[in-house]
């Protein structure tokens, strides 16, 4: 009997499960969106909500908890500075699931989970804007520069 037991298995043991959410979360909190089946994205919702409501208070022992399951050094960094600060005032519901459809090749269905306040193409159009920006303003002024007036 279950009794008490909740979650999903997806078919894989405890360990394999563990690795899975937490390497699901890791994608989620660098790329803001992540396109899995329909059963992972309603698990990695139950398994990132928490944290994030963690993350929102910035301290220590908050960062040590988050620490444990977010395994990613770049990825803990950009949930405290960047995500933490842009849902603090958002009592919870920090992610949808968007249902995809079927698979073509199995049938499975496909979703989308993505963070709430965070338009995934927005922010890669504004990276790509700004490192666009920093590559070609040195390289002009350096040219000038190495130019010998003769």
Known sequence: MRHLNSGRKLKRTHSHRKALMESLATSLILYKQVRTTLAKAKE????????????????????RHVSRFIKDREALKILFSEIAPRVQDRPGGYTRVVKLGQRHGDGGEVAIIELVDFNAADEAEKRRKSKKEKEETPVKEAKAESTPAQ
């Open 44 to 63: 990695t919702r139950v398994f990132i909500e928490p944290l994030i409501t963690k993350a929102r208070k910035d301290s220590v022992p908050a960062r």
